[in-house]
């Protein structure tokens, strides 16, 4: 089958296109490599905090911790481990998640401490 001269223009194009698409994802995927994530730090207002007299339950120790009303070792401890089993707390109503913390001993504490910063305005839902 003989091809008329327009078709092999045509065919010609589509190949050299096609070439320039693989160089194209050759390129960028060589280029490419995998993100490590960057590892969680307190925000920069973990010094406010400290200047106010709080206590940010995403930092402080086990001491500082049972520095709080109705805090002793054990559920110091318990805040330790959820943390870092679960994350930070985004806000200070979240230490309710924590085992032996309910709304009456969060209510005695609430005033004293603190999650680090500005997490309580964002909303984190995604809706």
């Known amino acids: 089958m003989k091809l008329a001269r327009a078709d092999c223009r045509v065919l010609a194009a589509v190949a050299a296109a096609g070439a320039a698409m693989l160089l194209c994802f050759a390129l960028r995927t060589a280029g490419m490599r995998v993100l490590e994530p960057l590892p969680w730090e307190p925000p920069a207002a973990e010094t406010q905090a400290a200047r106010e007299g709080l206590v ?5 120790g086990l001491e500082e911790l049972m520095s709080l009303p109705g805090i002793g070792e054990v559920r110091a ?5 959820d943390r870092a089993e679960r994350g930070p707390f985004r806000r200070p ?28 305005a964002e909303d984190f839902s995604g809706g």
């Open 56 to 60: 940010d339950v995403n930092t402080a």
């Open 93 to 120: 109503e979240d230490l309710t998640r924590v085992k032996g913390i309910g709304e009456g001993i969060l209510s005695g504490m609430i005033d004293q401490i603190t999650t680090g910063g500005g997490w309580d």
């Open 77 to 81: 401890r318990a805040i330790l481990d």
